[in-house]
C-alpha cells in the first residue's frame, strides 16, 4: 500500500520578519535539548541548545526558549533570510545516565523564506 | 577541521542483499552515532559506538548492526535489505564523554532498495 508520510507543520515567513518554530517533548527525563536546521541534501546542522537549568539561551540571530512546565520548547529567529529556508528539528536527550548518542528527534518544521 | 565524512553518499540496492555504510568522524571524536531518516518515521537513532563498543542502540531489527574501529571510524550493516529500508542514513559524531556533548552530522547516505 500507499506509505503515509509525515506532514511537517510549515512555516512561511517574509525575509526581514521574526520566525518563531514550535516543538513539544515527551520526555519528562530529558535535561537538554538541540536544535538543528538540516537544507535539502544535507546532514543536519547544529543552531543552538539549552540545558534544563536554564529558560532562554541566545545565539547569533536565534534565542532558544524552554518551558519544562508544559514541555514546550521554541526557536526564534530574528530578522529571517532566504538562507535560514530549511528544515528545523528539535532534540532532546539526557544529559547523564544511559542516553549515549541517543537523540530524540521531533517532526521538524520546514521554514520558508520569502524575498 | 574537516567535518563528519560518509561514504558512499548514494546507493542503490535489490531486496535481500546486504548494505555497507562508512562513517569517518571529525578528528579527535570518539563517539559516532548513527539515525535513520525517512518521510514516514522522522530521525530515528539506531545505536552509538564509542571506543569500539556499542553503548547504546535504537529500536530496529538484529538485520542492523555496527562496529567501530580504533581509529573511530564507523560501518553499520544491514542485512537482507527490505523495501522499507529506503531511507537516508546519518551519521553523527561528538566527543563522546556525555549527553551534552554537541552532535556533529555528515551529509548522509541515500540507500535505494528496488
Known amino acids: 500500500g500507499e506509505s503515509v508520510g509525515l506532514h511537517l507543520p510549515t512555516l512561511s515567513v517574509q525575509e526581514g520578519d521574526n520566525s518563531i518554530i514550535n516543538c513539544a517533548y515527551s520526555?519528562?527525563?530529558?535535561?537538554?535539548f538541540i536544535w538543528y536546521k538540516q537544507e535539502s541534501g544535507k546532514g543536519p546542522q547544529f543552531i543552538i541548545d539549552i540545558r534544563s537549568n536554564m529558560d532562554k539561551r541566545q545565539g547569533q540571530r536565534v534565542t532558544v526558549l524552554l518551558n519544562k512546565t508544559v514541555k514546550h520548547l521554541s526557536l526564534q529567529i530574528a530578522a529571517t533570510q532566504p538562507g535560514d529556508s530549511a528544515v528545523y528539528f528539535c532534540?532532546?536527550?539526557?544529559?547523564?545516565?544511559?542516553?549515549?548518542?541517543?537523540?530524540?528527534f521531533g517532526q521538524g518544521t520546514i521554514l520558508t523564506v520569502h524575498p | 577541521k574537516a567535518g563528519v565524512t560518509q561514504t558512499p553518499r548514494y546507493l542503490i540496492k535489490t531486496r535481500g542483499q546486504q548494505v555497507t555504510l562508512s562513517c569517518s568522524p571529525i578528528s579527535g571524536h570518539r563517539s559516532v552515532s548513527w539515525y535513520q531518516q525517512t518521510p514516514g518515521q522522522g530521525l530515528q537513532f539506531l545505536f552509538e559506538y564509542f571506543s569500539e563498543t556499542q553503548r547504546n542502540k535504537g529500536n530496529f531489527p538484529g538485520r542492523f548492526s555496527g562496529r567501530q574501529f580504533s581509529n573511530s571510524r564507523s560501518e553499520m550493516n544491514v542485512s537482507t535489505l527490505e523495501l522499507g529500508d529506503s531511507a537516508l542514513y546519518l551519521c553523527a559524531s561528538s566527543l563522546g564523554r556525555g549527553g551534552t556533548d554537541t552532535q556533529y552530522f555528515g551529509p548522509g547516505t541515500r540507500l535505494t532498495v528496488l
Open positions: 520526555n519528562s527525563a530529558s535535561d537538554y
Open positions: 532534540a532532546e536527550t539526557s544529559a547523564g545516565g544511559t542516553s549515549y548518542g541517543k537523540l530524540t
